[in-house]
């Protein structure tokens, strides 16, 4: 089980961004994030909890371990208002999180 | 460059089957496990089921296990998902996503097609 909070936020261009998911049982590091823009199929971003993936903006960052992990934009461009998904392995059953969904203030 | 395009979803009764399709390119199919997500309207995003790059091992979302078939043809790099007896809650867009290396995550994803299941 994963608990994304908030399940949504509003926020203005250059705002830091934090959004928070939390696992039923500790995940050691094995988290990713992913970001979903409406129509669109979704988008690895953070895998491993903190490793950027290629070609990603360094506007974003993932910290945490264990049960507790945190997606940070640092400042929020016009093109990051989207849905994020935190996404966990456990079990060969791989969970997303409910989403988090990024609105425009 | 990557790419994963999925075929077959269709407006299909309350009860019926389908087969969705995969075509893959731009990578060694074969080394790869590669899964199916969906997405009902409106909702998030639900892991259904996964194959590994050989095709011995499969895995199944409780949602659909007993009712679905996971499948690939390496010599078609083509991922396969039949679907049976279709439910109201099967009603979403079907990803088609290849694992990391690790399995752990979903590196590429389809375009999606939509299944609508009705009455």
Known sequence: QLTQSPSSLSASVGDRV????????????????Y?????????????????LES?????????????DFTLTISSLQPEDFATYYCQVLNS?????????????? | ?????????????RGG???????TSGFTFSKYA???????????????????????????????KGRSTISRDNSKSTLYLQLNTLRDEDTAVYYCVRDTSGW??????????LVTVSS
């Open chain 1, 18 to 33: 934090t959004i928070t998911c939390r696992a039923s049982q500790g995940m050691s590091t094995f988290l990713a994030w």
């Open chain 1, 35 to 51: 970001q979903q823009k409406p129509g669109k199929a979704p988008k690895l971003l953070i895998s491993s909890a903190s490793t």
């Open chain 1, 55 to 67: 070609g990603v903006p360094s506007r974003f960052s993932g910290s945490g371990s264990g049960t």
């Open chain 1, 92 to 105: 060969y059953r791989w969970t997303f999180g409910q989403g988090t969904k990024v609105e425009i203030k």
């Open chain 2, 1 to 13: 460059e990557v790419q994963l395009v999925e075929s077959g979803g269709d407006l299909v009764q």
């Open chain 2, 17 to 23: 089957s389908l087969r969705l399709s995969c075509a």
């Open chain 2, 34 to 64: 590669m899964s199916w997500v969906r997405q009902a309207p409106g909702k998030g995003l639900e892991w259904v089921s996964t194959i590994s790059g050989n095709g011995v091992a499969t895995y199944y979302a409780d949602s659909v």
């Open chain 2, 104 to 113: 752990y995550y979903f590196d590429y994803w389809g375009q999606g097609t």
